[in-house]
């Protein structure tokens, strides 16, 4: 089975900090993909790679960085937090190019003060 | 730019029941793909059953079955004998097929529909 492990279930920050939210999946997948979850719209695409130290930005990119360094893991990066950065972080990962689905992680629940 | 529409917030069936989630979608694309995910309270998202836009047959798997209406751009969920572990926030996605360009599987998703069932 396809594992995509995300490195906390919950976080709480505070305005200003820095903050890495880690993904690795266990399957190879060139895809990866981080989405943040708010009531009533959706799931958003924050950033996306799709190999190596590749990276595209999403729908929502202000605010967030990312780093892949290696294939199985996929950073996200909040430079500084905000409290409107609050919400639930979903990582995915999939096999290229197509049509193959998105693994997803269980998700981060990030509380910013 | 893709949009999907899921235009029930809340849903609820009584176990055994029947129930059918609405999706629109609007794009301006003749071939993709759409997607039912669920998302139980565990939080781990796992996709319940996909349709090829180029396929008029509408997909099933056992208890889900779809209603794939491309000219009106509607992909709708229908669950069969509701069980309570189908409780459940369910997103309807889209994916471009984009032969060889840069979509690299982007999903684009819906706002979600909270489903409840009633023992």
């Known amino acids: 089975d396809v594992k995509v492990t995300q490195s906390s279930r919950y976080l709480v920050k505070r305005t200003g900090e820095k903050v890495f939210l880690e993904c690795v999946q266990d399957?190879?997948?060139?895809?990866m993909f981080w989405y943040r979850q708010d009531p009533g719209l959706g799931l958003r695409l924050i950033y996306f790679s799709y190999d190596v130290k590749m990276k595209e930005k999403g729908d929502i990119p202000e605010g967030y960085s990312v780093s892949r360094e290696k294939k199985e893991r996929f950073s996200l990066i909040l430079e500084s937090a905000s409290t409107n950065q609050t919400s639930m972080y979903l990582c995915a990962s999939s096999l290229s190019p197509w049509p193959y689905e998105q693994y997803f992680g269980p998700g981060t629940r990030l509380t910013v003060t | 730019a893709q949009t999907v529409t899921q235009s029930q917030p809340e849903m609820s069936v009584q176990e055994a029941e029947t129930v059918t989630l609405s999706c629109t979608y609007d794009t301006s694309e003749s071939d993709y793909y759409l997607f039912w995910y669920k998302q139980p309270p565990s939080r781990q998202m796992i996709l319940v059953i996909r349709q090829e836009a180029y396929k008029q047959q509408n997909a099933t798997e056992n208890r889900f079955s779809v209603n794939f209406q491309k000219a009106a751009k509607s992909f709708s969920l229908k669950i069969s004998d509701s069980q309570l572990g189908d409780a459940a926030m369910y997103f309807c996605a889209y994916r471009s097929a984009d032969a060889g360009g840069t979509s690299y599987g982007k999903l684009t998703f819906g706002q979600g529909t909270i489903l409840t069932v009633h023992p």
């Open positions: 399957m190879d997948h060139e895809n």
